[in-house]
């Protein structure tokens, strides 16, 4: 069924493709003297290139005020590094000789490897981060406006860049979901657009970017079967997606007890205990609290409630699902990545439900007139919460400003010569794994590195050389200076 005519701004119409709404943008200086860079097709481009400086400049800000937490970033520089000099992408900072690929099965970062080895430094990793996330915003916020209208499309645009879980996500280092985020985003615009062949070819590399993707996979492959169906121009799209469907599947079984064992030192996967909460002390099932909690943040705020109504959010049921089956509560909160791969599921399911209503007759008026508000509504809600989310920072003039302290911290870790190896606590990793060797403090395994450094604030510090003795007994190491509440010791 057509979903009837919507508007693109002045010049703007639609033609019906197979019932599907297609936009025919107007042509330059046709009938209208607006700029080329002002008509509607290039507002997912600009909108896409204003979050990609927001994001950037979060991420910089931060690493240059050393406030990231090091330890992730850390590590994917490790593995990036490894994979731009051709090597195997070991991540010494999980245990010296450690394979990331025994830890999570991410072997799409090799795709920065080609920038990292132009510009070795963890800030290619965090703008192609930004890059990722940004690009995103392109599918998102096209799809919107050819469904509900530029105005619309652009509200859409909008809250999905400054979304609360997007946001986190920028704030908290870099992960390799940033990579599922344009794939989701794309895949998902392609089924809004009927185009189900192009859904399943965007869908189909989210498995290269963590284990647990491929039930994602899975699910979008079954969305689009359930769509297809009526479809009498889909050839052998529906057996090809069931055929998807169970790829994901037995790619993330795969992944799980054959790939991931096969490259851990400890012949399994490592994260089951969080799952299953076995052998871990103080695991616990979610709170029924937190859940409902956690539930209602990823839809109120992206949708109003109103993306319960398309199948598109099916796509977001994997995540959901293991987030609240772990026994982890990092899992289950607010906080760092775990949320952005749902902002785009659940801004696009409202999308899809406010323009499948709009087609249907018979809809109650209290119902149509609250979704023709919530594009505009959820906007809003984004713009307002960042206020008090990380981009929210970027308008305070100490974001930007380096304080004493932290000079003191980079001239300190500037005394570890290039090559050299390092064993260090949270803060320092992410200044020092471009240039030397670098170890989780107390995780060695045996190894005595060259230098150590570590913050003098932790309990049980008060005696430096004392805790480099009991972390190495067989070496002796020497104070070299201390500034920032951080100290360097050297080996003898």
């Known amino acids: 069924m057509a979903i009837g005519r919507v508007g693109f701004g002045v010049g703007a119409a639609v033609a019906e493709d197979d019932g599907r709404p297609q936009a025919t943008w107007p042509a330059a200086g046709a009938g209208t003297s607006r700029r080329l860079w002002a008509q509607p097709r290039w507002d997912p481009y600009w909108l896409a290139a204003a979050l990609f400086l927001a994001y950037a400049a979060l991420s910089l ?140 070819a965007w869908a189909f590399p989210l498995v290269l970017v963590k284990e647990d993707m491929g039930l994602t996979t899975a699910a979008i492959a079954f969305v689009v079967a359930l769509r297809a169906r009526n479809d009498p121009s889909r050839g052998r799209v529906v057996p090809c997606a069931i055929a998807l469907a169970v790829f994901g599947v037995l790619a993330t079984v795969l992944a799980l007890t054959v790939i991931i064992p096969a490259f851990n030192t400890g012949g399994d996967y490592g994260y089951w205990q969080k799952l299953t909460g076995h052998g871990v002390s103080g695991s616990r099932h979610v709170p029924p609290g937190i859940a409902v909690r956690t539930v209602l943040w990823i839809l109120v705020p992206t949708s109003g409630l109103y993306a319960l109504r398309s199948p598109l959010l099916l796509v977001a049921v994997p995540t959901i699902g293991w987030r609240l089956a772990a026994k982890d509560d990092h899992y289950w909160g607010l906080d760092w990545h775990y949320s952005a791969v749902l902002m785009p599921v659940a801004l696009l399911a409202l999308v899809d439900a406010i323009a499948r209503d ?60 290039d090559g050299a190896t390092v064993e260090s606590d949270t803060t320092p990793i992410s200044r020092l794994t471009r240039r030397t060797t670098v170890y989780w403090i107390g995780d060695a395994k045996g190894i005595a590195p060259d230098y150590i450094t570590f913050s003098l604030r932790p309990l049980g510090r008060g005696d430096p050389l004392g805790y480099a003795r009991a972390l190495h007994p067989g070496a002796t190491y020497d104070e070299v200076a201390r500034a920032g509440g951080h100290i360097l010791l050297r080996r003898d």
């Open 61 to 200: 800000a931060r690493y240059r005020r050393m406030m990231t937490l090091s330890w992730d970033l850390g590590i994917f520089e490790q593995a990036i590094r490894g994979y731009a000099h051709l090597h195997a992408p070991i991540a010494d900072i999980k245990g010296p000789g450690t394979n990331i690929l025994g830890d999570h099965f991410s072997p799409i970062i090799a795709l920065i490897a080609p920038f990292y080895r132009l510009f070795p430094t963890p800030v290619t990793l965090l703008v192609a981060q930004a890059a990722l996330f940004a690009f995103a915003a392109v599918p998102v916020t096209r799809v919107a406006a050819r469904l509900l209208g530029r105005g619309q499309g652009v509200a859409i645009g909008i809250a999905y860049g400054l979304s609360w879980g997007v946001q986190r996500a920028v704030e908290f280092d870099f992960h390799e979901i940033a990579f599922a985020m344009p794939l989701l985003a794309l895949s998902l615009e392609a089924i809004l657009r009927g185009r189900w062949w192009t859904a399943l």
């Open 358 to 417: 709009r087609a249907r007759t018979g809809m109650p008026r209290r119902l149509r007139a609250y979704a023709a508000r919530l594009p505009a509504a959820v906007a809003v809600a984004a713009l307002a919460l960042t206020t008090t989310l990380p981009l929210g920072a970027l308008l305070h003039w100490g974001a930007y400003r380096v304080d004493a302290r932290t000079i003191a911290v980079k001239k300190l870790l500037r005394r570890i010569p």
